[in-house]
């Protein structure tokens, strides 16, 4: 049975550790934002509904972004 998170074979995927670090950090750039900016216009505005607006509209632009910056950042070069 062959090992797919082995680096001897093919030194240029990924491993399991790496994926997980990177897509935690990929998340936490999304999550981070839309969240502040939900409880941020909810304790100003003091409407849930249009905290949850702002919140999803951030979250969608911070979504664009991720993979502008996955792309430049976290993607392995091919030499």
């Given at each position: 049975?062959?090992?797919?998170?082995?680096?001897?074979k093919n030194p240029d995927k990924l491993t399991s550790k790496e994926i997980i670090l990177k897509g935690t950090a990929i998340a936490l750039f999304?999550?981070?934002p839309s969240l502040s900016a939900f409880f941020l216009s909810w304790k100003i505005l003091d409407d849930l509904?249009?905290?949850?607006?702002?919140?999803?509209?951030?979250?969608?632009?911070?979504?664009?972004f991720s993979l502008?910056?996955?792309?430049?950042?976290?993607a392995?070069?091919?030499?």
């Open positions: 049975m062959t090992d797919l998170l082995s680096d001897e999304v999550i981070i509904l249009q905290a949850a607006i702002i919140g999803g509209i951030v979250h969608f632009i911070a979504m664009g502008k910056i996955s792309k430049k950042f976290f392995k070069k091919r030499y």
